[in-house]
């Protein structure tokens, strides 16, 4: 039920890293934009060390993928789904997510919150800490597609995070949104974010349909692993 994952096979390392290098800087153009544009001032401390924070280890870990891994690099560039239902989801997320991130630039702005450094600086921790989950699961699991998708070969990995719990990705991911808000200066921006919430459980209600109906063994892995995101709650 966990053997060990298959080694990598070769694909073209070229065409992945350029795909890439560009999705890095559109998304890092893209951060600036909604940091800087809406706080209307490049001083903003509180959104240069995020940027550092999150960025710092984005791009170790891609260096890393690149060289070792690309198929896994690859997967986690997906984005396209390819059910109705979690295209949907996907677009309403993303609005959540945009609104999550304009907030505090508008909060850096007009004076709204008051988050003292020290509580900044923990949300960095936090953020940090979330981008290592990421880092394991990815480590434990080099089938972790971006979409809802079975691989050929795929096998259920119980080890690790996932002997904890069945959806540490997800765990991961709201560590780090949860977190952002607070480490870019802003109480009013979790809001948005909170929303994710109850999206996230409906794709994964999608998730373990799938993975139940076509991966062979996952329904037993269930039964021994309860839990979805937390422990001894859901």
């Not at 559109?26 to 934009?33: G, I, K, M, R, T």
């Not at 560590?175 to 994710?196: K, R």
Request: hydrophobic content about 55%; overall charge positive.
């Amino acid at each position: 039920m966990n053997p060990h994952p298959p080694e990598p096979t070769q694909v073209a390392r070229g065409p992945i890293i350029k795909r890439a290098a560009l999705g890095f800087v559109a998304a890092v153009l893209a951060l600036v934009a909604l940091f800087f544009l809406p706080a209307g001032t490049f001083d903003y401390w509180q959104a240069w060390l995020y940027l550092a924070t999150l960025l710092t280890p984005v791009v170790a870990l891609g260096i890393y993928l690149a060289l070792r891994d690309p198929e896994l690099l690859e997967r986690r560039m997906r984005t396209r789904e390819t059910e109705l239902r979690q295209q949907r989801v996907i677009r309403i997320a993303m609005v959540c997510f945009i609104a999550g991130f304009l907030l505090p630039g508008f909060d850096r702005r007009f004076g709204w919150s008051q988050v003292p450094p020290w509580v900044v600086i923990v949300a960095d921790g936090v953020v940090l800490l979330g981008y290592a989950l990421f880092v394991r699961v990815l480590l434990a699991n080099r089938f972790a597609s971006r979409v809802i998708e079975v691989i050929p070969d795929q096998p259920v990995i119980s080890s690790g995070p996932y002997a904890v719990v069945r959806h540490p990705m997800y765990v991961a991911m709201l560590l780090i949104w949860l977190a952002s808000p607070i480490a870019l200066g802003s109480w009013w921006g979790v809001l948005p974010l909170l929303t994710i919430v109850p999206i996230l459980v409906l794709r994964i209600a999608d998730e373990e349909a799938m993975l139940r109906r076509d991966l062979p063994g996952y329904a037993a892995y269930c039964a021994k692993v309860r839990y979805r995101l937390l422990p001894g709650i859901w």
